[in-house]
């Protein structure tokens, strides 16, 4: 249950820091790569103080082992995997895709590819189970999304909550 609860909270300032930083980029006063060294310098200070805690076993949650402690596959792994690829480049094609494009398309693509690949390396690297109710999730994530992202409307399309047109910024977030 923690763990859902988690993903909840994550999920959820996730959505809300993208549509500030959206906000920001489409103002033309921030460029992406200045709005990502933002978001780390800020992060940063917190990420070092929650490691301090966590090690000590002062929040609630399991205890983290010291970094002092990590082999030299387990650092390659984070290193490479988790720092070059899903940190930088992926913060870097994220943040240039939010300077683009509108937060409702741009997110639902980024946000819902991870879980399709993240399942597919499971159960095809990591040699976790496939079976078809994840098969049958992947099907309705990538339908969600062609729905979410696809330019033929539907069934009509509502204005946007803030009166404004699809360029507008959200009232809250001028």
């Known amino acids: 249950m923690k763990a859902i609860l988690f993903a909840i ?43 301090w805690l ?6 609630g949650l399991k205890v983290e082992p010291p970094l002092a402690q990590v082999d030299a596959t387990t650092w390659a792994k984070l290193v490479l995997g988790s720092g070059l690829v899903a940190g930088a480049v992926a913060m870097i094609c994220f943040y240039i895709a939010l300077s683009l494009g509108e937060v409702s398309v741009v997110k639902p693509i980024a946000f819902s590819i991870a879980p399709v690949v993240g399942v597919l390396l499971g159960w095809l690297v990591l040699g976790e189970s496939m079976d078809a109710r994840k098969a049958i999730a992947i099907g309705l994530i990538v339908t969600g999304v062609l729905v979410l992202t696809t330019s033929g409307k ?13 360029e507008s910024e959200p009232t809250g977030l001028r």
């Open 9 to 51: 909270l994550a999920g959820l300032c996730w959505g809300i820091g993208e549509a500030c930083t959206r906000s920001a980029l489409h103002a033309g006063r921030i460029g992406p790569i200045s709005a990502i060294t933002v978001r780390s310098l800020v992060a940063i200070p917190l990420l070092v103080a929650t490691y």
């Open 154 to 166: 539907l069934a009509g399309t509502l204005p946007p909550a803030a009166g404004g047109g699809a």
């Open 54 to 59: 966590m090690t000590r076993g002062t929040v």
